[in-house]
C-alpha cells in the first residue's frame, strides 16, 4: 500500500528532486510551497510523513512544525526537516519544535529513502 | 594318573584362551579398521568444511561486491536526477528572472553553496551581475578582465576550482571555490561564481563537477535566449 508523503518546499528544483528520489519507493505525493499551505495539506491529506524545509516564505518550517505538533489533528505525523543549516543550533531547534528527523541539502537520495523507510515502519510497528 | 585325568582340563582351558586370544586380536582388527574409517571420514569432512569455508567467503565477497554496485547505482541515479533536474529548470521557462532564480537554486540546492553570483557578459573584458545570493551584492556588481581570479578567469574563458588550480584566490576572492565561465561556443555568455561551501559538504564531489559542465553550457543558453532585446532602431 502506498504512503502518502507531504513536500513541503517553496523551491521547485528541490519539489521536483525529492520527487525523483521517492518515485522510486511506494510513495503517493502531495505537494505544498509553504508553511501555512502545508499546514492545510497536512491537516486535510492526513500524510503518513512530512518532508518539511526550514527557510519558506509566509511561515517558515520550524513555526510550522511546531504548529504541526501542536494540533491533534497533525500531532501524530512524523516530520523530517530538510535544512540546508547543519549547525547543531539549527537542528536543536527541530528538535525542540517537534521534528522526527532531519536531512541535509544537497539532500542524498540513499540517506532520504533510509529514514522515510525507518520511520514509516517504525510508525506501522506501533500503530494499533 | 591324576596328570592323565586333568589333561583334557588344560587342553580345554588352553583352547579357550587361544580362542579369546584371538577374538582379542580379531577385535583390535577391527577396532583398527573403524579408526582408519572415522580418520578417513574426518579428513573427507574437514576437506568439505573447508570447501564450505571458502564458499561461504567467496559468497560474502560475492555479496559484499553487489552491495557496492548498488550504492554505485544509487549514487549514479541520484546523480542523474541531479542533472535532469537541473537542466528542466534551466530549459523550463522563458522568463529571465525565472532562469536566474534557476541558477541560484541549483547552485544552493544541488551543488551545496548558498554564497553564489552570477554575472551576465558586458562586451568582451566586462561582467555585469545579474543575479547573487549570500554575499554583498554591490561588492560584485561588475568585475574586469584584470581582477583577481574572476577576472583571469573572464580573459582566458577558463574555469577555476579550488585544489586543482595553482592560483589561490586572496583578497575578498578568498573564500572563491569555483568560478564557471558560461560559453555558448566560443562566446562568452556570462560567469557563475560560488564561494563558501554548506559546513556539510567536505567538498567537490564528482556530480558537481557534472553540474558544472552542465551549467557552462545550459546556463549560458538559457541566458543568451532571455536576454533583454536590444532597443530597436529609432525608437525613442
Known amino acids: 500500500m502506498k504512503?502518502?508523503?507531504?513536500?513541503?518546499?517553496?523551491?521547485?528544483?528541490?519539489?521536483?528532486?525529492?520527487?525523483?528520489?521517492?518515485?522510486?519507493?511506494?510513495?503517493?505525493?502531495?505537494v505544498a510551497h509553504d508553511g501555512i499551505e502545508g499546514i492545510e495539506k497536512a491537516k486535510s491529506e492526513q500524510p503518513d510523513v512530512i518532508l518539511l524545509d526550514v527557510?519558506?516564505?509566509?511561515?517558515?518550517?520550524?513555526?510550522?512544525?511546531?504548529?504541526?505538533?501542536?494540533?491533534?489533528a497533525t500531532a501524530h505525523i512524523p516530520i523530517v526537516m530538510v535544512t540546508?543549516?547543519?549547525?547543531?543550533?539549527?537542528?536543536?531547534?527541530?528538535?525542540?519544535?517537534?521534528?522526527?528527523?532531519y536531512v541535509t541539502k544537497p539532500i542524498n537520495a540513499v540517506e532520504l529513502l533510509a529514514k522515510l523507510i525507518n520511520i514509516l515502519e517504525a510508525n506501522a510497528a506501533v500503530a494499533p | 594318573m591324576?596328570?592323565?585325568?586333568?589333561?583334557?582340563?588344560?587342553?580345554?582351558?588352553?583352547?579357550?584362551?587361544?580362542?579369546?586370544?584371538?577374538?582379542?586380536?580379531?577385535e583390535v582388527q577391527r577396532l583398527s579398521r573403524?579408526?582408519?574409517?572415522?580418520?578417513?571420514?574426518?579428513?573427507?569432512?574437514?576437506?568439505?568444511?573447508?570447501?564450505?569455508?571458502?564458499?561461504?567467503?567467496?559468497?560474502?565477497?560475492?555479496?559484499?561486491n553487489f552491495a557496492m554496485r548498488y550504492a554505485e547505482v544509487e549514487q549514479q541515479n541520484s546523480n542523474l536526477a541531479n542533472l535532469y533536474v537541473a537542466s528542466y529548470q534551466l530549459h523550463g521557462t522563458r522568463d529571465r528572472d525565472r532562469v536566474i532564480a534557476a541558477i541560484q537554486e541549483i547552485i544552493i540546492n544541488l551543488i551545496g553553496s548558498e554564497q553564489l553570483v552570477i554575472w551576465e557578459a558586458n562586451g568582451d573584458d566586462e561582467l555585469r551581475q545579474v543575479g547573487s545570493f549570500g554575499v554583498d551584492a554591490d561588492?560584485?556588481?561588475?568585475?574586469?578582465?584584470?581582477?583577481?581570479?574572476?577576472?583571469?578567469?573572464?580573459?582566458n574563458r577558463t574555469r577555476f576550482i579550488v585544489h586543482q588550480s595553482l592560483v589561490l584566490p586572496s583578497g575578498h576572492e578568498k573564500k572563491l571555490t569555483a568560478c564557471i565561465p558560461l560559453l555558448l561556443d566560443e562566446h562568452l555568455a556570462g560567469m557563475i561564481a560560488i564561494?563558501?561551501?554548506?559546513?556539510?559538504?567536505?567538498?567537490?564531489?564528482?556530480?558537481?563537477?557534472?553540474?558544472?559542465?552542465?551549467?557552462?553550457?545550459?546556463?549560458?543558453?538559457?541566458?543568451?535566449?532571455?536576454?533583454?532585446a536590444p532597443p530597436r532602431e529609432g525608437a525613442e
Open chain 2, 139 to 155: 561588492e560584485w556588481a561588475s568585475v574586469r578582465a584584470d581582477d583577481g581570479v574572476i577576472g583571469l578567469c573572464l580573459a
Open chain 1, 3 to 30: 504512503k502518502k508523503v507531504l513536500l513541503v518546499d517553496d523551491s521547485n528544483t528541490v519539489l521536483l528532486m525529492e520527487k525523483m528520489i521517492l518515485a522510486k519507493g511506494p510513495f503517493e505525493i502531495i
Open chain 2, 34 to 64: 573403524s579408526v582408519a574409517e572415522l580418520e578417513v571420514e574426518i579428513q573427507t569432512r574437514d576437506e568439505r568444511e573447508l570447501r564450505l569455508s571458502e564458499r561461504m567467503a567467496a559468497v560474502e565477497a560475492e555479496s559484499r
Open chain 2, 2 to 26: 591324576k596328570n592323565e585325568t586333568q589333561r583334557p582340563f588344560i587342553e580345554k582351558v588352553a583352547q579357550d584362551t587361544r580362542d579369546y586370544v584371538q577374538s582379542l586380536l580379531d
Open chain 1, 55 to 72: 527557510v519558506m516564505p509566509r511561515l517558515d518550517g520550524l513555526s510550522a512544525c511546531a504548529v504541526l505538533r501542536s494540533d491533534a
Open chain 2, 195 to 228: 564561494f563558501e561551501l554548506l559546513p556539510q559538504k567536505d567538498g567537490l564531489a564528482a556530480v558537481d563537477h557534472e553540474l558544472f559542465d552542465l551549467l557552462a553550457s545550459h546556463a549560458a543558453s538559457a541566458l543568451y535566449c532571455t536576454r533583454p
Open chain 1, 84 to 101: 540546508t543549516r547543519a549547525e547543531e543550533a539549527n537542528i536543536e531547534t527541530a528538535f525542540r519544535n517537534g521534528c522526527t528527523d
